[in-house]
């Protein structure tokens, strides 16, 4: 199969694209021709060296979407010719490439309404925004949350779920994407350029954070007593939270049943895909560097020669 090989940490450069062997479903597993994955801001973190040791060449890639092709020995809820999306288990990647061996408990089926590239775009957006609003938060109607940039993957999905919640939702966004943001259900957009979202936003119950580093400490300003931080990105070194609020970091498990609950919110007119930019897979290299530069609006896809 061909594939996007990253062969040491680095730069984009570091991505070839060529040929890897062909996987093979073992018991419960299913092998999926990729015909989407999507970009993730883990990815380029892993391959400059930021998460964990290596052995190369290593493919990258966490949520795909595409079509059945062999099934392992117990599998008996998936066929071959089904199409289906997921999100690779914790611990591994490998969609950047025309195939995947996963689980098969842990993928769900593709409605026909949905294409490749949206079900790729909203696999891990929307299990991470689940588990962290609804699983760990327990954000509730007339709540009021922030949520730190508001244009990305996650925190877009994380918007609109708000939103559906009966949340009063505020953002934060650069001026150009305050539209899209406000388009996605936000009430109050905060441009981060221009203003001091801890001298705007007051009084929060919750501050979902997708930024990390000082966005992350400063947010424990915006939060009631007794309110929660439900972070993603890494935290401020050395730094000591509040004692008076919670601080948390939702266990964003793969499993099926979060990615039919996103299928159903879409069904409901609640979420929708968010807007996806798409490159060959073979230009993997380049979308690293557009996605690294974190002024992207939606989502980075890859699309494999399968489509």
């Not at 989407?36 to 290593?58: C, E, H, I, M, W």
């Not at 940039?149 to 559906?164: E, N, P, R, S």
């Not at 601080?247 to 499993?255: F, K």
């Not at 609640?270 to 939606?298: C, F, K, M, S």
Request: charged share 25%; aromatic share 6%.
């Amino acid at each position: 199969m061909k594939a996007v090989l990253l062969t040491g940490h680095g730069g984009p450069e570091t991505l070839q694209y060529g040929d890897a062997p062909d996987p093979v479903a073992g018991p419960g597993e299913v092998v999926v021709d990729i015909h989407a994955a999507s970009v993730n801001a883990a990815d380029y973190k892993v391959r400059q060296g930021g998460y964990f040791k290596l052995t190369f060449p290593y493919i990258l890639g966490r949520d795909f979407s595409g079509v059945v092709s062999a099934v392992g020995d117990g599998v008996e809820d998936l066929k071959i010719g089904d199409a289906v999306f997921g999100v690779a288990d914790q611990g591994r990647d490998g969609a950047y490439a025309e195939k995947i061996t996963i689980k098969a408990a842990i993928i769900a089926k593709k409605p026909a309404s949905l294409s490749h590239e949206a079900a790729a775009a909203m696999g891990l957006s929307s299990l991470t925004a689940l588990w962290a609003l609804e699983d760990t938060a327990r954000l509730k109607p007339g709540e009021t949350i922030l949520i730190q940039g508001g244009a990305g993957g996650v925190a877009g999905f994380a918007i609109q779920l708000a939103k559906h919640i009966g949340a009063t939702v505020i953002t934060t966004a650069s001026a150009g994407n305050a539209d899209y943001v406000r388009g996605l259900g936000a009430d109050q957009v905060i441009n981060y350029n221009t203003e001091d979202f801890t001298k705007i936003a007051r009084d929060c119950d919750v501050v979902f954070d997708t930024v990390g580093g000082d966005v992350q400490a400063r947010s424990y300003d915006v939060l009631k007593p007794g309110g929660r931080l439900v972070f993603i990105a890494p935290p401020k070194k050395d730094f000591t939270p509040r004692q008076d609020v919670e601080t948390l970091r939702p266990a964003v498990t793969r499993d099926r049943a979060h990615l039919e609950r996103m299928l159903a919110l879409l069904e409901e007119g609640a979420v929708w895909p968010p807007n996806i930019v798409r490159y060959d897979l073979r230009d993997a290299a380049e979308a690293h560097r557009v996605a690294e530069a974190r002024h992207l609006t939606g989502k980075l896809v890859l699309v494999t020669a399968l489509a």
